[in-house]
Antibody
Framework: EVQLVESGGGLVQPGGSLRLSCAASGFTFSSYWMSWVRQAPGKGLEWVANIKQDESEKYYVDSVKGRFTISRDNAKTSLYLQMNSLRAEDTAVYYC?????????????WGQGTLVTVSS | DIQLTQSPSFLSASVGDRVTITCRASQGISSYLAWYQQKPGKAPKLLIYAASTLQSGVPSRFSGSGSGTEFTLTISSLQPEDFATYYCQQLNSYPYSFGQGTKLEIK
């Protein structure tokens, strides 16, 4: 069974940092693009970042560029999101999602999500 | 950046109804569009990709069509478990984007 399990969420003060992790299992992790998508409370979905299989390409939504870094460890079948200079507007449930093997990425499956709350 | 606009934002319907949700892109995206279903407190679930390809395991009452800038998701006969929020997503170019969502409620 394909499974994605996020961890690392929590309460952090504005300007603080947090590192999210996503443990993958049930598929050949190194063969797929991987993604982070977030959802603010009561709001819609927002794509955050994508990373290619070998980390040679990374893409971000403008609002997190320079503050967030997506990375992966294929040996550990894990995906990460390092979040720095956090703002109140970064408060959301963060989902890890598997992309595809190719350039065009739809997301399937998704993890259960981890809540990040940025507040003083 | 490509904006996606879904209509309607809210839809009230009954079990057995046929419903259609539209997603319009601000520029052409060929067939690079996906549809997701999300229930309260749950992660989104992929329904359709490449505009019209049904994801494995998704009931055949769901169908997608369109290309370029206009796309539709149709549910041929609503079942109780279909009441949820639906999102379209463009994967044609970065930054990826989602529509604002369509909440499908029981009439």
């Amino acid at each position: 069974e394909v499974q994605l399990v996020e961890s690392g969420g929590g309460l952090v003060q504005p300007g603080g940092s947090l590192r999210l992790s996503c443990a993958a299992s049930g598929f050949t992790f190194s063969s797929y693009w991987m993604s982070w998508v977030r959802q603010a409370p009561g709001k819609g979905l927002e794509w955050v970042a994508n990373i290619k299989q070998d980390e040679s390409e990374k893409y971000y939504v403008d609002s997190v560029k320079g503050r967030f870094t997506i990375s992966r460890d294929n040996a550990k079948t894990s995906l990460y999101l390092q979040m720095n200079s956090l703002r109140a507007e970064d408060t959301a449930v963060y989902y890890c999602a598997r992309g595809t093997r190719g350039w065009y990425n739809w997301f399937d499956p998704w993890g259960q999500g981890t809540l990040v709350t940025v507040s003083s | 950046d490509i904006q996606l606009t879904q209509s309607p934002s809210f839809l009230s319907a009954s079990v057995g109804d046929r419903v259609t949700i539209t997603c319009r892109a601000s520029q052409g995206i060929s067939s690079y569009l996906a549809w997701y279903q999300q229930k309260p407190g749950k992660a989104p679930k992929l329904l359709i990709y490449a505009a019209s390809t049904l994801q494995s395991g998704v009931p055949s009452r769901f169908s997608g069509s369109g290309s370029g800038t206009e796309f539709t998701l149709t549910i041929s006969s609503l079942q109780p478990e279909d009441f949820a929020t639906y999102y379209c997503q463009q994967l044609n170019s970065y930054p990826y984007s989602f529509g604002q969502g369509t909440k499908l409620e029981i009439k």
